[in-house]
């Protein structure tokens, strides 16, 4: 492949993309990383104002976005929306599962509730945008890519969040058989696993309920993060977002099976 066709097979122009918990982080970095590459994008977030608010910021800069309220964890809201974007839109080429929760707390003390609700969201939530996406692209002639969102946790084990590695480490095995069962029909599933990354999820550590930054717990909380990886770095939203682009694009188009991981080398697998 010449130098110049390579380069632009990493763009999405005039593919359909939606993007689950496009509203904040990694979720919103990818969505406007698809639409900076060409791509038409439907931003999906539990929370209806920040996912306008990214598909604004998209129109703003010439893309093509619209911003919908999504509870992924409804498995009729997730099918009524693929259903709609591929009949306004005439298909559906890629959907991103990125929305997801934290729930942290000793594993012995873990209440079922908190159980249920993770899974809900990070496990099922996954299950059904794969599901609602991937009837409609096996149908299509180009057949279409699906990217899910693990963790860095479903690699390394970590206290205190056992519930959430357990749903990242699904979803692995879910992108993996689901591969194998769709890829006939030219669907690739892949997953990106980061590493720590400044995020609203990871903020909490260190943001004031006014929205400021303590900067001295901030870097308390980055300082060890830092050190545990051979590059002594974290990842901010944009680093991953470039893994979404890659498996959204041609340029990933003999790539199905697989896990991506940005996360700085904290786990090598």
Not at 6 to 20: H, N, P, Q, W, Y
Not at 51 to 77: F, K, P
Not at 161 to 184: D, F, P, R
Request: negative net charge; proline residues 4%.
């Amino acid at each position: 492949m010449e130098a110049t066709t390579l380069i632009e097979s990493f763009r999405v122009d005039g593919k359909v993309a939606v993007v689950t918990g496009a509203g904040s982080g990694i979720g919103r970095a990818s969505a406007l990383a698809l639409a900076g590459a060409g791509a038409a994008v439907v931003c999906a977030d539990i929370d209806g104002a920040s996912a306008t608010a990214a598909a604004q910021e998209i129109a703003a800069a010439g893309g093509v976005a619209e911003g919908v309220t999504l509870d992924v964890s409804n498995r009729g809201e997730v099918d009524a929306l693929a259903q709609r974007v591929a009949a306004e839109r005439g298909g559906i080429h890629v959907w991103c599962n990125i929305a997801g929760i934290m729930v942290e707390g000793p594993f012995l003390d873990a209440p079922e509730e908190d159980l249920d609700r993770i899974i809900s969201v990070n496990l099922k939530g996954v299950f059904f945008g794969c599901q609602a996406a991937g009837r409609i692209m096996v149908t299509q002639p180009e057949g279409g890519s699906i990217i899910n969102a693990s963790s860095a946790a479903a690699d390394a084990p970590s206290p205190n969040i056992v519930s959430y590695a357990i749903c990242k480490a699904g979803v692995v095995q879910m992108t993996k058989s689901l591969a194998v069962e769709i890829g006939k029909k030219k669907v690739r599933v892949n997953a990106v696993a980061p590493g720590f990354v400044l995020t609203g999820m990871t903020g909490r550590y260190f943001v004031r309920p006014d929205g400021t930054v303590d900067e001295e717990m901030q870097e308390a909380v980055i300082a060890p993060m830092r050190k545990f990886t051979p590059l002594r770095s974290i990842g901010e939203p944009e680093d991953i977002a470039a893994a979404f682009l890659y498996l959204a694009s041609d340029a990933s188009r003999f790539m199905t099976g697989q896990v991506l991981r940005p996360n700085g080398g904290v786990a090598m697998v």
